[in-house]
């Protein structure tokens, strides 16, 4: 393998699944693998992420990249905390090193993303981007001439307790209105599952079998098929999101905001109402370059590509 371009193997700790890829040094995507996220010890996470890198990983890969959900101290490479896991706090970064026997790199999973689209994504070409990603909570991360933004520990970026809607719904940290309770994925669901249950014989209440269901989906095929109550929803998404981006544009300039997670397959009925609040609460628009709201240019492997090319250029 003399002269041969390093590989990379990126890793994506989800809250119910992990994923791997290997990415080659021109981007490319050869190999995936995934499997459940354990609910127990971090040994367990360890073995698990571990068990993946040997599923995916050839003879040129010399580092692995992993995207995990919490907080991750940029300094350790450690997850300091992440909601509802039994894994926080452990130093996962020395854990999956010891396991793989190659250097690691962990970083938040938003900010992995929010690296994906920076070097192959909807971001290229920009030093300056914010990604944010609607899931099951709300994910952040800011490139700043063309670094990750980490701040003093590396929780920086934690957009998702950004107030959007003070008096709103109860966010997992406790306050109100925060903006991964007001407008992520699990939002529109919360929203989607209640309006079919107050109008059962609604579209969005036939499509989510009467509220019992999942209802993220079924707000976006209920939308396109024209129930005011779906696009009533997803237009209150958007015109949070909207609120939110706008924040974040004026805190830091990007010259691009992009939006990844699952909500974004509802397209403009998602997009259009977030571009007319951002457009609304951008300081002084007349006056700066248009500021493009855009959709991510990766689906769901953004994460473990992001965290497999962060591996690389740290390599470099
Ligand atoms: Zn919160």
């Known amino acids: ?3 041969a371009p390093a590989e990379a193997v990126g890793v994506d700790v989800g809250g119910t699944k992990i994923a791997a890829v290997r990415v080659t040094a021109g981007g490319a995507v050869p190999v995936r693998a995934r499997c459940a996220t354990p609910r127990g010890t971090a040994a367990e996470l360890v073995a698990a992420v571990a068990g993946l890198v040997e599923r995916v990983r050839g003879e040129r890969v010399a580092a692995v990249g992993v995207g995990l959900p919490g907080m991750v101290d940029a300094r350790t490479g450690a997850l300091a905390f992440a909601p509802g896991l039994e894994f926080a706090r452990a130093p996962l970064r020395e854990l999956i090193e010891d396991a793989v026997g190659l250097p690691v790199v962990t970083d938040n999973d938003a900010n ?4 994906a689209e920076y070097r192959r994504g909807a971001g290229r070409g920009h030093e300056h981007l914010v990604l944010v990603t609607l899931g099951t909570g709300l994910g952040c991360g800011v490139v700043v001439g063309g670094r990750l933004l980490h701040g003093a ?3 920086a970026a934690e957009a998702s307790h950004l107030t959007v809607d003070p008096g709103g719904v109860r966010c997992e940290c406790g306050n109100l209105g925060c903006w991964g309770a007001a407008a992520s ?4 669901a919360r929203l989607g599952g ?3 249950r ?3 014989d609604s579209p969005l209440a036939r499509l989510t079998g009467g509220g019992r269901t999942d209802a993220g989906a079924a707000v976006t095929a209920a939308a396109r098929g024209g129930d ?3 696009l009533a929803i997803l237009d209150r998404i958007g015109t949070l999101t909207g609120v939110g981006l706008a924040a974040l544009a004026n805190l830091f300039d990007p010259a691009v905001v992009i939006v990844g997670g699952g909500p974004v397959a509802a397209g403009e ?3 259009a109402p977030a571009r007319a609040e951002f457009a609304r609460r951008l300081y002084s628009p007349g006056d700066r370059p248009p500021v493009p709201v855009v959709a991510a240019g990766f689906a769901d492997d953004a994460g473990a590509v992001g965290a497999a090319l962060l591996a690389l250029d740290r390599l470099r």
Do not use: K
């Open 198 to 200: 107050e109008h059962p």
């Open 228 to 230: 005011d109550r779906a």
């Open 153 to 155: 520990r590396g929780f």
């Open 112 to 115: 992995v993303a929010a690296w």
């Open 194 to 196: 209640s309006t079919a």
């Open 269 to 271: 009925l998602l997009l």
């Open 185 to 188: 994925g699990a939002a529109i």
């Open 1 to 3: 393998m003399t002269g």
